[in-house]
């Protein structure tokens, strides 16, 4: 099963780049930072997509400060410290990680991770949620800029058994019992890095 990409038009077209097909951008539902582009999946449950993904995914591409390290591993180990932080998780860790890419539209160096995160429920001490989040990082030397592209899956165990702590916790010793709806949003991840192409470096003055 494979995904069906569209091309879109980041940042008024100084970026080119694919997203799903039934993939809508989110500035057309409410106010979305300068920095960044959000598409939220859109798809009807009467819509015929096999790709594996749900219904309640989110790509989200963002444009920050480079960040002081010059070890990239490091670099990316800061941001999603960072992303972290700004979802009150309590712990994350690696459940896949590559940085070997032959072909990218823009020239970058170029990492995508899968991450766990755990973080106890607002007000509920003894509840944990889980947080799984595809992460790409892009590093834009010439122009001083770590692009941060994130697949968002909110989990849910209710309609996805697979969708557990427990069964995710065994991930991390073998990736090959990730859910197929986390393969799907990974896969998803990888075509929005590699067709990542920057059309306009204006944009970064």
Not at 3 to 20: C, D, E, R, S
Not at 52 to 81: F, M, P, T, Y
Not at 109 to 122: G, H, N, P, R, S
Not at 145 to 167: C, F, G, H, Q, W
């Amino acid at each position: 099963m494979s995904t069906a990409f569209t091309n879109v038009q980041l940042y008024g077209g100084a970026i080119t780049t694919v997203i799903p097909q039934g993939f809508l951008d989110a500035s057309m539902l409410r106010e979305v930072p300068d920095t960044q582009e959000v598409y939220v999946n859109s798809r009807s449950e009467t819509e015929k997509f096999t790709d594996g993904l749900g219904s309640n995914e989110s790509v989200i591409v963002d444009l920050l400060q480079r960040v002081e390290e010059d070890d990239d591993k490091k670099a990316l180990d800061l941001h999603l410290k960072e992303i972290a932080d700004l979802n009150g998780s309590t712990e994350w860790e690696l459940l896949k990680y590559d940085n070997q890419f032959d072909h990218l539209a823009t020239p970058a160096i170029a990492q995508t991770c899968i991450v766990l995160e755990t973080a106890y429920k607002w007000g509920k001490v003894s509840e944990k949620e889980i947080v799984i989040s595809c992460i790409g990082l892009l590093r834009l030397k010439d122009v001083e800029t770590d692009v941060l592209i994130t697949v968002n899956i909110p989990l849910d165990s209710a309609k996805y058994p697979e969708e557990t702590l427990d069964r995710l916790t065994q991930s991390v010793k073998d990736v090959s019992l990730l859910p197929q709806r986390i393969t799907a949003g990974y896969n998803v991840l990888l075509e929005t890095v590699k067709n990542f192409d920057i059309k306009d470096k204006s944009l970064f003055a």
